[in-house]
C-alpha cells in the first residue's frame, strides 16, 4: 500500500484539537451530505406555497446538483492553490448565507438561484474539508479512523435527511429545512479558525483556467442531460445535445490537461490505482444509494401509506447501523485491509437490496423491512469508509484538495447518473405492470423492485472490479 505524502510544517494546517476539528469538519460535511436530500420531502408543500409545478420543483434539487458536481473539480484546485482552510472558510460562510436567502425566498426565482449558490459553495466546502482531514491526520492508523467518522457522517447524512426533512417541515414550515443550515455554520465557521491554523504560503502559479472552464461546462452538460432525460425520454433532442456537448468537452479538457503546464487535474494523478479505484467505486456506490434513498422514501409513502415523519423514523435503524458498522470499519480496515473491507462490504449492501427488492406491495416493517435495511446499513457504512480510504491513499499533499474534489465529484455524478437511469427503468416496469392490469400499488412496487436489484447489481459490479483491479 503506497503512504500518504504531507507537505512540510511550514504549508500544512495544524491542531492541537485534531479529534475536535475533525468533528466540526465532519459536521460541515454533514450539512453539505444532508442539503441534498432534506428538501425532497418538504417540496409538495414549497411546491403550493411559491406556485411550483412538478417541473419547476425538479430544478430545486437540480440546481444544486448542477453547481455542486459541476465545480467540485475546480473547488478542490483553487483549496490547493489558495489554502485548505482559506477556502473552508469561504465556502461555509457562502452555504450559510445561500441557506439563509432560500429560507426568506417568496419566488421560484430566488429559491432556485440561491440553491444554485448553495451548490456552488458546497463545491468549495467539501474538497477542502477532505484536504484539511488528510494534514491533520498525517498517521495511516490515525487517519484511517478519521475517515471512518468522515464515512459515517456522509452515510447518515443521506439518511437523515428524509427524517429532519419531515421532522422540520411537518413543525415549522419548509423554511426550517434551509435555516437548520445557519446556526451550524455559524458554529463551523468559529470553532474552525480557533481549532486550526492557518495554511503556509503556497507556490503563486497560475490556475489552469481552460480546465475549469472545460471540465464544469462538460460536468454541467452531463448532469443537466442526465435530470432532462428523467423528464423527456432519452430520445429527446434536449438531453442527446447535452450528451454530446459533455462528450465533446470532455474530450477537449483531457486534451487541455495533456498541454497545460500546471494542469488543473493532472492526469498522471491516475496512475495511483488505489485513488483511481475509489473514485470508480465511489461512482457505482453513489448511484446505487441515491437512487436506493429516493425510492425507499417514496415506496414507503406512496405504496404503504406512511406519512412523511413515519416514512423518516423507519429510517432511523438503517442510519443507527451504519453510523456503528462506520465507525467500527476503521479497526477491521487495519486488521484485514482496505480491499478485503470494502468487497466484503459492497456484498452485504447487495444482499439487502436484492432482499428489499423482494418485498410486497403490503410489506410490514418489522418482518419485511427491517431485515434488508439493516443489511443495507452495514454495507453503507463499510463500503464508505473503505472507499474514502482508497481515494486518498498515496495522494501528496499539494494535491489533497483535488483528490478530494475527485472522490465528491464522483459521488455526486454517480448520483444522478444512478438516479437517472434506474428511475427511469423503475417508470419502465410500472407502465408494462399498468398496462398488463396490475393494481397501482403493485405496479409501483415492481417498479421499485427492479430499481432495488439495479442497484444491487451496481453494488456486485463495485466489489467485482476491486477484486480484480491491480494494486499499485
Do not use: C, K
Not at 429545512?177 to 458554529?187: E, H, I, Q, R, Y
Not at 503563486?204 to 475549469?212: H, K, N, V, Y
Not at 418485498?359 to 463499510?382: C, E, H, K, W
Request: hydrophobic share 60%.
Amino acid at each position: 500500500m503506497t503512504t500518504l505524502t504531507i507537505p512540510t510544517a511550514a504549508t500544512a494546517p495544524r491542531s492541537t484539537h485534531r479529534w475536535l476539528a475533525l468533528g466540526v469538519l465532519a459536521l460541515a460535511q454533514f450539512l453539505v451530505v444532508l442539503d441534498a436530500s432534506i428538501v425532497n420531502i418538504a417540496l409538495p408543500v414549497l411546491g403550493r406555497q411559491l406556485g411550483m409545478d412538478t417541473a419547476a420543483l425538479a430544478w430545486v434539487i437540480t440546481a444544486y446538483v448542477l453547481a455542486f458536481g459541476g465545480l467540485l473539480l475546480l473547488g478542490g484546485r483553487l483549496a490547493d492553490r489558495y489554502g485548505h482552510r482559506r477556502v473552508f472558510l469561504f465556502g461555509t460562510a457562502g452555504f450559510v448565507a445561500a441557506s439563509a436567502l432560500a429560507g426568506f425566498s417568496v419566488s421560484s426565482e430566488m429559491l432556485l438561484g440561491a440553491r444554485a449558490l448553495q451548490g456552488v459553495s458546497a463545491a468549495l466546502l467539501a474538497p477542502a474539508a477532505l484536504a484539511l482531514l488528510t494534514h491533520l491526520f498525517p498517521d495511516d492508523r490515525e487517519r484511517t479512523t478519521a475517515l471512518g467518522v468522515w464515512g459515517a457522517v456522509a452515510g447518515i447524512g443521506s439518511a437523515a435527511g428524509v427524517l429532519l426533512g419531515g421532522v422540520l417541515t411537518a413543525t415549522l414550515g419548509w423554511q426550517s429545512v434551509f435555516f437548520v443550515n445557519v446556526p451550524v455554520g455559524a458554529l463551523v465557521l468559529i470553532a474552525i479558525p480557533l481549532l486550526v491554523t492557518r495554511d503556509g504560503a503556497r507556490t503563486p502559479g497560475r490556475l489552469d483556467a481552460a480546465g475549469a472552464v472545460t471540465v464544469t461546462a462538460a460536468l454541467v452538460a452531463l448532469v443537466g442531460a442526465l435530470s432532462a432525460v428523467e423528464q423527456l425520454g432519452f430520445l429527446h433532442p434536449l438531453p442527446l445535445v447535452l450528451f454530446a456537448a459533455a462528450l465533446v468537452l470532455g474530450a477537449v479538457f483531457i486534451a487541455v490537461e495533456r498541454r497545460a503546464v500546471e494542469p488543473l487535474v493532472p492526469l498522471s494523478v491516475f496512475r495511483n490505482r488505489n485513488l483511481a479505484l475509489g473514485n470508480v467505486v465511489m461512482l457505482l456506490g453513489g448511484a446505487a444509494m441515491v437512487a436506493l434513498f429516493f425510492a425507499l422514501s417514496v415506496f414507503m409513502q406512496a405504496v404503504l401509506g406512511y406519512d412523511a415523519l413515519t416514512a423518516g423514523l423507519t429510517q432511523l435503524p438503517l442510519a443507527g447501523v451504519l453510523v456503528l458498522v462506520a465507525g467500527g470499519a476503521p479497526a477491521l480496515i487495519a486488521r484485514l485491509g482496505t480491499r478485503p473491507v470494502l468487497i466484503g462490504s459492497l456484498l452485504v449492501l447487495a444482499v439487502g437490496l436484492l432482499w428489499l427488492a423482494a418485498a410486497p406491495s403490503d410489506a410490514a416493517f418489522l418482518t419485511q423491512l427491517l431485515g434488508p435495511t439493516v443489511l443495507i446499513g452495514i454495507g453503507l457504512g463499510g463500503a464508505v469508509v473503505a472507499t474514502t480510504q482508497l481515494a486518498v491513499d498515496g495522494v501528496a499533499g499539494g494535491e489533497a484538495g483535488l483528490a478530494g474534489g475527485l472522490i465528491n465529484t464522483s459521488q455526486q455524478i454517480g448520483g444522478a447518473v444512478g438516479l437517472a437511469v434506474l428511475g427511469t427503468v423503475a417508470g419502465l416496469r410500472t407502465a408494462a405492470l399498468t398496462a398488463s392490469g396490475a393494481s397501482a400499488a403493485d405496479a409501483m412496487t415492481g417498479g421499485f423492485s427492479w430499481l432495488f436489484i439495479g442497484a444491487a447489481g451496481l453494488a456486485l459490479l463495485g466489489a467485482a472490479t476491486v477484486a480484480v483491479w491491480r494494486r499499485g
